[in-house]
């Protein structure tokens, strides 16, 4: 069991690595993160087409927590990206999903190129699967199928970044749309370098942001029929909760003492996908990120809500001046998208006899483990920032100091107390194979004890 091995693998952790650094990875019906990575396909001189063979997963993470054991695989190339800024199912040479995740069993799937070039390939949790990874290692592989066809380099050793998913409410990876979500700053010039666009350059933002809402409308989501571009960036927050592992947004203000009122109303954005039965609301002061990270210890005031409301708010109390944040996302099982212009970002602040100082909208969003305590009540938290929206204007000093990607030593923090928060997923799952072996046994005849 992975949470027994922890102090093992603390040794076994480098001081430096290229990794995912952990944005969780989620699939459910209608929305995926996946990580991808970038190769050169070569289709053979004279030759009309190529077939190659991907395979995945070809080994393990160094260390991750992973619920479920669904897969899903895109292979695209960089010419159809950039054709748009963002990709359709229009745009794959490959879209499969619901493939084992099992590296001793890997997945492979062949697909055919008609031109040398760039292609991308996502990979990454399949349908109810999520995974957060520690660190990771390259899990995916290209392999040629023709005579004289050729693979090229990686661009990185690992994962590049995230790329987000909005699949055909039925039709799943028959019908989708994508596009850049996060890119590892660290291999931006190698990109750069092979002339390929990074995720700044494929920003959803004016015409771009208005192609990909009206993608979606083709792709069975009428509301973002009325999508309209702010004057920044579409903040796009694509927010799940599914066997544990959470992202969710928050906003960040400086706040006097007195008594405060946090609201949201997910459904006054009219370009919404939202699939939950659970709205979560939180507040945390800025002090939580002195150490990078926080606990559920760290979170001052916290309330679930059944999602059959059009705002759902959370009264709390402060009692000493200064930067707090703000959470907001969807229960376990649910996901949330919105292509949100900044001037409509569904939050608020109402001050019952307290002062609001400054109020920053979607500072970012943090990644988080949940899980029930295995030997008492309640929940067990982990989070930290996996992704600043906005960097420069939110004030407050401590998520400042936040690297995003986190460091090595937050890595290891989470990994431990993630460890903990994770123990009655991996027990639930080490009964269930028990089970499962017992009854493979049974079917066979074997005597069983």
């Not at 969807?330 to 569904?346: K, Y």
């Amino acid at each position: 069991m992975k949470w027994l091995s922890f102090i093992f693998l603390i040794i076994l952790f480098p001081t430096e690595a290229f990794a995912h650094l952990g944005s969780p990875w989620h699939s459910n019906g209608i929305g995926a993160a996946l990580g991808f990575n970038t190769t050169y396909l070569e289709v053979p001189v004279g030759a009309e087409s190529a077939k190659f063979r991907v395979i995945y997963p070809t080994q393990e993470n160094t260390y991750d927590y992973r619920v479920g054991n669904t897969t899903s695989v895109i292979v695209f190339s960089n010419e159809e990206l950039e054709k748009r800024g963002f990709i359709t199912e229009e745009s794959a040479v490959l879209a499969v999903e619901n493939g084992p995740y099992d590296p001793r069993n890997p997945g492979s799937y062949e697909f055919s190129i008609k031109k040398s070039g760039y292609y991308h390939i996502l990979f990454g949790p399949g349908p109810n699967t999520s995974i957060l990874v520690i660190q990771s290692a390259r899990t995916v592989n290209v392999e040629p199928v023709s005579e004289g066809a050729k693979v090229g380099q990686w661009l990185a050793p690992a994962t590049s970044g995230d790329f987000h998913i909005v699949k055909h409410p039925t039709l799943g990876l028959k019908q989708f749309a994508g596009w850049y979500s996060v890119f590892y700053k660290e291999f931006t010039d190698v990109y750069r370098a092979a002339k390929l666009p990074t995720a700044d350059d494929m920003d959803l933002v004016g015409p771009r942001a208005k192609a990909f809402a009206d993608a979606l409308v083709a792709r069975g989501y009428p509301q973002f029929a009325s999508y309209v571009p702010g004057d920044g960036i579409a903040t796009s927050p694509f927010l799940g909760n599914i066997n544990g592992l959470n992202a969710q947004a928050f906003d960040t203000a400086f706040l006097m003492p007195g008594n405060y009122s946090f609201k949201y109303k997910p459904m006054a954005v009219k370009s919404t996908i939202i699939q939950t039965n659970e709205i979560v609301l939180e507040v945390f002061p800025d002090e939580t990120f002195a150490k990078q990270y926080g606990l559920d210890k760290d979170v001052m005031a916290k309330q679930s809500f059944v999602a059959n409301k059009d705002e759902y708010e959370l009264n709390f109390k402060v009692e000493k001046a200064g930067y707090y944040h703000l959470g907001y996302g969807v229960g376990e099982g649910g996901f949330l998208f919105q292509m949100t212009p900044d001037e409509a970002i569904p939050t608020n602040i109402t001050t019952k006899d307290g002062d609001v100082r400054s109020y920053t909208r979607l500072t970012g969003i943090d990644s988080m483990i949940v899980s029930e305590r295995p030997f008492q009540g309640g929940e067990w938290s982990v989070f930290f920032p996996c992704k600043l929206v906005r960097t420069k204007n939110h004030g407050a000093p401590f998520l400042a100091g936040v690297s995003v990607p986190f460091t090595m030593e937050t890595r290891l923090a989470v990994a431990r107390f993630g460890s903990a928060a994770m123990l009655k997923l991996e027990t639930d799952s080490l009964k269930a194979q028990i089970e499962e072996q017992r009854l493979q046994l049974k079917s066979l005849g074997a005597p069983l004890k």
